[in-house]
């Protein structure tokens, strides 16, 4: 009995201190902030394309169409080469062997089941041009040589780092200037950063160029314009606010 009333007593005065601290808590006074963002952009002259192109070739039979698709996506590749593209930036990123299908009119105005009239190969590659002076010129020369479908080209940096970074600093910089004028407009003194992030995406190349390559276009060189690529930062920073 004894034991049982101490304990009571001891969860009385424990339940006593906790009410008692619960005001004190709620009355502690929550830090003056001022929440501002920032942005920077910095910009690049391209120094790389990513070029997507496809050999698609047909024939009556599935052995046919793979040999002709070879035969000018070798060619292709050989030009490639010859033009100074490296092994390491020409990968394969497609292909695929799929059957034709003919379904012709039956006599009660329907139609037949359908059949297999040939066979299609598409063999298409992903080549970054890191010089693009070249990148008319082999654009030309793969049409020639047999690249008749799809395709884009995207201009890129290599490495974009050091325009990124600056953009980095612009934005910070951009971020403090504005706390700065808030609290001199409100009176009162810019404190510490509580907490800085960051909202950065990586620019997906832009195309520039998507179509069927039409066989006309073996008639002259493709002009290509390189413009800039923006790279744009965004910081979020949070002051303290001293009293």
Same mark, same amino acid.
């Given at each position: 009995?004894?034991?049982?009333?101490?304990?009571? !007593?001891?969860?009385?005065? !424990?339940?006593? !201190?906790?009410?008692?601290?619960? &005001?004190?808590?709620?009355?502690?006074?929550?830090?003056?902030? $001022?929440?501002?963002?920032?942005?920077?952009? *910095?910009?690049? =002259?391209?120094?790389? #394309?990513?070029?997507?192109?496809?050999?698609?070739?047909?024939?009556?039979?599935?052995?046919?169409?793979?040999?002709?698709?070879?035969? *000018?996506?070798?060619? +292709?590749?050989?030009?490639?080469?010859?033009?100074?593209?490296?092994?390491?930036?020409?990968?394969?990123?497609?292909?695929? +062997?799929?059957? /034709?299908?003919?379904?012709?009119?039956?006599?009660?105005?329907?139609?037949? #089941? &359908?059949?297999?009239?040939?066979?299609?190969?598409?063999?298409?590659?992903?080549?970054?041009?890191?010089?693009? =002076?070249?990148?008319?010129?082999?654009?030309?020369?793969?049409?020639?040589?047999?690249?008749?479908?799809?395709?884009?080209?995207?201009?890129?940096?290599?490495?974009?780092?050091?325009? $990124?970074?600056?953009? /980095?600093?612009?934005?910070? %910089?951009? %971020?403090?200037?504005? %706390?700065?004028?808030?609290?001199?407009?409100?009176? $009162?003194?810019?404190? @510490?950063?509580?907490?800085?992030?960051?909202?950065?995406? /990586? &620019?997906?190349?832009?195309?520039?160029? @998507?179509?069927?390559?039409?066989?006309?276009?073996?008639?002259?060189? $493709?002009?290509?314009?390189?413009?800039?690529?923006?790279?744009?930062?965004?910081?979020?920073?949070?002051? %303290?606010?001293?009293?």
């Amino acid at each position: 009995m004894k034991t049982t009333l101490n304990a009571t !007593l001891a969860a009385a005065a !424990l339940f006593g !201190l906790t009410a008692a601290a619960a &005001p004190a808590l709620a009355e502690t006074p929550r830090e003056a902030t $001022v929440i501002v963002s920032g942005e920077g952009e *910095a910009t690049l =002259t391209p120094d790389m #394309a990513i070029l997507t192109m496809a050999v698609v070739r047909e024939a009556e039979t599935a052995a046919d169409a793979l040999s002709a698709n070879n035969e *000018a996506m070798a060619a +292709v590749l050989a030009d490639l080469k010859q033009a100074g593209v490296e092994e390491r930036d020409v990968q394969t990123s497609g292909f695929s +062997v799929s059957p /034709r299908y003919r379904q012709d009119p039956s006599t009660d105005g329907g139609y037949e #089941a &359908p059949e297999i009239a040939g066979y299609q190969v598409s063999n298409s590659v992903t080549v970054r041009v890191r010089d693009l =002076t070249a990148l008319g010129g082999i654009i030309d020369r793969s049409v020639k040589l047999g690249v008749n479908d799809g395709g884009n080209i995207a201009l890129t940096n290599d490495n974009p780092d050091a325009a $990124v970074a600056q953009a /980095r600093k612009e934005a910070v %910089a951009d %971020a403090a200037a504005k %706390a700065k004028a808030l609290t001199d407009a409100a009176g $009162v003194k810019l404190g @510490r950063i509580i907490e800085i992030n960051e909202n950065f995406a /990586r &620019p997906m190349p832009q195309p520039i160029y @998507r179509a069927a390559m039409a066989k006309e276009m073996s008639d002259a060189s $493709v002009p290509i314009a390189s413009g800039e690529n923006s790279y744009t930062v965004t910081v979020n920073i949070t002051y %303290a606010i001293e009293q």
